[in-house]
């Protein structure tokens, strides 16, 4: 039973790593019909950059140097090469984006090696919380409640703000966000730098609990990926239902027979695939993208 | 379908056609037998150009997938470590005494096929982002399956030191591990470094390209061209898209399947790291820094990067970076890949669109099109008819309870506000979208559930509101591709013939073309088209299927004026050919063409009549009213 509650506040964590992610993949596509497989790339930079600052300056200041980097990396990115793939084919920017997700990791795989690293909290939230019959880290509640908090508001931002209405736009009706014209360009980098800066932020807070080595990014991408497709692609609850569901599904799956717990995630998107292919909570039309 | 397919000529094959084949054998013949010896002086070894022989050929299934029929898959690892696999398990299980190398490679081959037959029926209806990853889902199954089942696979380990199989050719068992004599030579190394491995991957080699050349220049290679280029538009001339996607990646399968069972042979191991998400992406690296859609770039490709992941790796720890920036490199400045640079063509020649013997057929018109007394129930027979026919969007009804139904040789036209529902309408009857409710008769038969390729071949076709061309191929080719589908049926696995050899299509082709006055254009990019001649074009499409009832979704819409009454004419002509409904704004034409015209409003029929009762009839003048202030609405 303890197994159990530990099992699924797991789920839970990994679940909302994925939600982040899937949350930055969600509004990029939705806003900028961008299927962006070097989103992985801004978890691993934002980890890197976020371990360095932890062991040199402090640890608070990872939490706000990691997301600005990622954000001014992925503006440079998609000013320089990004741009040019907007309105090619969904393969098209497949392939570039895997690209910049290879160059990534193996230049992070030359500045920081190969090996796993980690940095630690500080002393004051290194303990553990107990809830009722199990005890947990603190910080990784910590983390879960701050992730919580964020999704939170990238949500207010895409319901309240301007911007937010261009990615709604975005989402449903295509012609609509061309009429807005000019606006477009702004904020699209604006939600492309957002989507980046999310990942870059769950990045750095997620690496004393998961670690990091260069493969992590992409590590955490595909799983990311099938969470946006059993989610709907394009639709924000789809990317937080589908993420606290492959979280649970695969913590609760290594819990029951380990070995499946990587498969298992494949398995449920190929069955929604086949059953309802615009996922659980997509729009129909978005399908044929 | 018709069988004219049969007894059609097939034109004598071009003189100099199989020179032209026998040249490209022995220049290939010529560049694999010289390879090894100009890896030497770059630091590779003999080893190295064996696999890359070997791993060139999964390159070549891969590009035939991404290339040709336009599908990237994530999960190829699945069949090339599947093929691997499947050689080694028949290698250690079947006959560890006898090792044949024929039955292993043969038979795992033939494995890859049925996997990929099976994971490609349920793959080939997505696309882009969804099609990736669920091939990348089916892989990791299977290295999953794999994984689990440790007693055949050894789990984790991978099948390691496997007996050396031997290749019985006639009265001989051949040993591949034999070296060939040893004769030095200079800096290009020792001819004795070699092993007869390397001639038979060689020879391996260069029949899979010859098989790949002839797949993408015979018709099947074609109509997969068409399918990629524009997959509503070939669906809508009766080609059934899956099908032909489906055997494109079965032959991918099969020939990375085969690969993957030569590497683990030669190799005489077979890793579980040949199911992984890496080993997937290496065909993508392989064949998009070759040059995709090219015969030789998945070769080259594969040459380049895995010289440098053994050469290169040796001397710098960047050479996975250095791989990195190639790849992004060449997508970002050379899109058709490296090999483009040496060659400044790509493979997909306009080949093909030599003109021949243009007999524009003067037959009589399929007596079927004409308007007949054929009773039916007391009444003459209608050619299409609907009962209670509606769509759902979601919860928006844009087509509610429409009866319609149309005489043989009728020219009806629908009209209706913006958003009344036509084109929807047009879509239900061609087949396009299926129904919520209701039925589609044709010809007295309950085509509902028949799907849109189907029906093109019963006789309906469609002009699109927005025309649906294939922009890159020139307007006879255009024409062509219909008539193909009508000659040759929904689908074909005709990969010896030349693509379009066929007297019956050109002269479909042709008489579409004359038909619809766009002769004059025909050697042009359809993509280069005056919108006037674009639209009249997709009429032409459609009209090279055959048809016995053409729908036409705002034929003029756009033109001037001039423009448009010259192709009223035209419609008016074929209309007395056939069957024609068309969807019209423009009032003078609707008035002065239609037989009988049918409004529709918000989804429902107001009203159906003669021209005249129709202009007189008070809701559809109240309906227009209410829909062009809406329409105002919208559009301003
Ligand atoms: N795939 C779809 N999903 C949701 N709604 C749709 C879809 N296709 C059409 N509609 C809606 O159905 C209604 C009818 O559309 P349709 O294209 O059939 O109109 P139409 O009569 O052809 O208009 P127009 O004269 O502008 O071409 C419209 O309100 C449209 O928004
Ligand atoms: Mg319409």
């Known amino acids: 039973m303890e197994a159990l509650f530990q099992a699924m506040l797991g789920g839970l964590v990994l679940g909302l790593i994925y939600v982040a992610i899937a949350v930055g993949l969600t509004i990029i596509f939705g806003t900028l019909r961008l299927v962006n497989f070097a989103h992985g790339a801004f978890y691993a930079i934002g980890a890197y950059v976020g371990l360095v600052i932890a062991q040199h300056i402090g640890v608070g200041w990872a939490f706000v140097a990691a997301p600005i980097a990622v954000a001014l990396f992925a503006v440079?990115?998609?000013?320089?090469?990004?741009?040019?793939?907007?309105?090619?084919?969904?393969?098209?920017?497949?392939?570039?984006?895997?690209?910049?997700?290879?160059?990534?990791?193996?230049?992070?795989?030359?500045?920081?090696?190969?090996?796993?690293?980690?940095?630690?909290?500080p002393e004051a939230l290194q303990g553990s919380v107990t809830l009722g019959p199990i005890t947990y880290p603190a910080y990784r509640l910590l983390f879960a409640a701050g992730v919580i908090v964020m999704l939170a508001l990238v949500w207010l931002f895409i319901e309240r703000t301007n911007y937010g209405l261009i990615v709604r736009a975005g989402i449903r009706d295509r012609i609509m966000v061309q009429l807005l014209g000019g606006n477009i360009r702004q904020a699209s980098t604006i939600v492309f730098a957002l989507g980046a800066?999310?990942?870059?932020?769950?990045?750095?807070?997620?690496t004393p609990i998961y670690s990091i080595d260069p493969a992590t990014g992409f590590a955490f991408l595909v799983p990311s990926f099938v969470v946006v497709v059993v989610g709907g692609l394009g639709s924000f609850w789809g990317a937080v239902l589908g993420g606290l569901l492959i979280g649970e599904?695969?913590?609760?799956t290594n819990l029951a027979y380990a070995p499946a717990s990587n498969v298992v995630i494949y398995l449920c998107m190929a069955l929604v695939l086949l059953l309802r292919p615009q996922g659980l909570l997509g729009e129909s039309e978005v399908i044929r993208q | 379908m018709t069988t004219s397919s049969e007894t059609a000529p097939v034109a004598p094959a071009r003189p100099g056609l199989l020179a032209a084949d026998a040249r490209f054998a022995v220049l290939c013949a010529l560049g694999i037998a010289v390879f090894p010896f100009l890896l030497h002086p770059l630091g590779g070894y003999s080893t190295l150009a064996t696999q890359i022989a070997i791993v060139s050929i999964a390159s070549i299934g891969f590009n035939l997938l991404l290339g040709y029929a336009g599908s990237l898959s994530y999960g190829h690892a699945m069949f090339y470590g599947g093929g691997g696999y499947l050689a080694a398990i028949l290698l250690l299980r079947v006959s560890p005494q006898h090792p044949n190398l024929w039955l292993c490679v043969i038979g795992a081959t033939v494995g890859a096929a049925i996997l990929a037959i099976v994971v490609g029926a349920v793959t080939v209806r997505l696309y882009g982002i969804y099609f990736a990853l669920l091939t990348l889902a089916f892989a990791q199954m299977v290295y999953f399956i794999v994984e689990q089942a440790k007693d055949w696979t050894n789990g984790d380990d991978g099948l390691q030191a496997l007996p050396n199989a031997l290749l019985p050719m006639g009265p001989w068992n051949i040993d591949l591990t034999t070296h060939l004599p040893s004769i030095d030579l200079g800096p290009f190394g020792n001819l004795g470094e070699l092993r007869l491995w390397y001639i038979f991957a060689g020879i391996c080699l260069l029949l899979v390209l010859m098989l790949s050349r002839m797949l993408t220049r015979s018709q099947f290679g074609e109509v997969l061209g068409a399918i990629r280029e524009n997959e509503q538009r070939s669906t809508l001339i009766g080609f059934n898209a899956s099908a032909y996607r489906l055997a494109a990646f079965a032959i991918s399968g099969a020939l990375t399947g085969f690969s993957g069972a030569l590497r683990g042979m030669f190799d005489g191991s077979v890793p579980v790291d040949s199911l992984s998400i890496d080993r997937s992406g290496s065909f993508v690296i392989y064949t998009i820094v070759g040059g995709v859609q090219t015969l030789f770039g998945p070769v080259a490709g594969t040459a380049v990067i895995m010289f440098l992941e053994n050469v290169l790796s040796a001397r710098t720890p960047a050479w996975r970076l250095i791989e990195g920036l190639i790849f992004v490199g060449v997508i970002v400045f050379l899109p058709r890949g490296l090999s483009t640079v040496l060659k400044q063509q790509r493979d997909k020649s306009p080949r093909g669109l030599f003109v021949r013997s243009l007999r524009l057929s003067t037959e009589e018109p399929d007596p079927l099109l004409k308007p007949s007394g054929e009773g039916h129930k007391g009444g003459p027979m209608s050619i299409i008819e609907t009962f209670k026919l509606g769509k759902l969007f979601g919860r928006f009804a844009a087509v509610r309870d429409?009866?319609?139904?149309?005489?043989?040789?009728?020219?009806?036209?629908?009209?209706?506000?913006?958003?009344?529902?036509k084109t929807t309408f047009f879509n239900l009857l061609s087949g396009t979208i299926a129904p919520s409710s209701g039925t589609v008769n044709y010809k007295g038969r309950d085509v509902s559930r028949t799907s849109g390729t189907a029906r093109v071949h019963l006789g309906i076709a469609k002009a699109f509101q927005t025309a649906s061309l294939y922009p890159d191929q020139t307007v006879r080719q255009n024409c062509r591709l219909a008539a193909l589908a009508r000659v040759q049926g929904s689908f074909a696995l005709q990969v010896f013939r030349r693509s379009m050899r066929l007297d019956d299509v050109d002269n479909l082709a042709e008489r579409a073309m004359s038909r619809l006055e766009l002769t004059g254009v025909a050697d042009t990019r359809a993509g280069d088209l005056s919108h006037g001649d674009k639209k009249r074009l997709d009429i032409a499409i459609a009209l090279a299927t055959q048809p016995q009832i053409l729908l036409l979704d705002e034929p003029v819409a756009g033109m001037s004026k001039d423009e448009a009454r010259k192709t009223e004419a035209l419609i008016r002509k074929l209309s007395t050919e056939m069957t024609v409904l068309v969807i019209e704004h423009d009032m003078e034409m609707v008035m002065g063409i239609s037989d009988s015209i049918t409004v529709l409003h918000q989804g429902t029929v107001l009203a159906t009549g003669t021209p005249a009762e129709i202009r007189d009839n008070p809701r559809v003048i109240e309906a227009y009213l209410g829909g062009h202030s809406e329409a105002e609405l919208t559009h301003g």
């Open chain 2, 402 to 421: 429409v009866d319609f139904r149309v005489d043989p040789g009728e020219l009806r036209a629908v009209i209706g506000p913006n958003g009344a529902g």
């Open chain 1, 197 to 206: 800066a999310i990942a870059g932020l769950v990045g750095a807070a997620a």
């Open chain 1, 249 to 252: 599904l695969q913590s609760l």
């Open chain 1, 76 to 121: 440079l990115l998609d000013r320089l090469v990004l741009r040019s793939f907007y309105d090619k084919e969904p393969t098209a920017q497949l392939l570039v984006t895997f690209g910049i997700a290879l160059v990534v990791e193996e230049t992070l795989r030359l500045i920081f090696g190969a090996t796993t690293q980690q940095y630690r909290m």
